[in-house]
């Protein structure tokens, strides 16, 4: 990381919103699939790529924004810490 230029360091900070740190090969890879999935979204919905954490601030925008509950919901399951707790891509 120290080798990389600031504006690598930039578009690296971009894309690890989008993945997991210390996954194991036993990860279950498409609940991974679902919590890039739903970064993704928040991305969409707030019609720009943040670099800051997903939290309640994030919720509350959304829903000012007139996200609906149901969607906001979905969005919460998808980025549970615990893969388990992500729904699976039919739900």
């Given at each position: ?77 998808m ?5 388990e ?7």
């Open positions: 990381m120290k080798q990389l230029s600031e504006a690598q360091l930039e578009e690296n900070l971009k894309v690890s919103r989008y993945k997991i740190d210390n996954l194991s090969p036993d990860s279950k890879w498409d609940k991974v699939d679902i919590y890039s999935l739903g970064v993704l979204f928040v991305d969409i919905l707030m019609n720009k790529i943040t670099t800051h954490e997903i939290n309640k601030n994030t919720f509350d925008m959304l829903a000012s924004e007139g996200v609906s509950d149901s969607m906001l919901d979905l969005i919460d399951s980025l549970s810490q615990i893969p707790g992500r729904p699976s891509i039919s739900e």
